[in-house]
């Protein structure tokens, strides 16, 4: 038994501490997911920004320079496609009230 542990421990040598290195190529790739993150973070942004105008451009239903924080359209219900006074989606706790 002690022959197969001295056998393996003989194949399976230690690496060198210059062995195990990331290299130019993990910097590059570090370097290139900051990048990344930078310009998905810049688009947000600019997307986000789009959405605060046209709300206030009153695009979404609500009228022009509402702040509602609730994300209500003011009266419980919103208007669909067809014009219904339904949009088709489940309604919200605070529209079953």
Known sequence: MTGIVALAAA????PD???VV??????????GLIIAV???????TQQLKKVD????AG???????????DGSAGS?????????GQSGNPPTP????
């Open 11 to 14: 194949s399976d040598p230690r």
């Open 17 to 19: 501490e210059n062995n």
């Open 22 to 31: 990331a290299g130019w190529v993990g910097f590059a790739v570090m370097i």
């Open 38 to 44: 930078v310009f998905i973070l810049r688009s947000f």
């Open 53 to 56: 105008a046209a709300r206030d």
């Open 59 to 69: 695009v979404y239903g609500d009228a022009p320079g509402s702040e509602a924080t």
């Open 76 to 84: 419980g219900e919103a208007e669909g496609p067809g014009g219904s």
């Open 94 to 97: 605070h529209q079953q009230l």
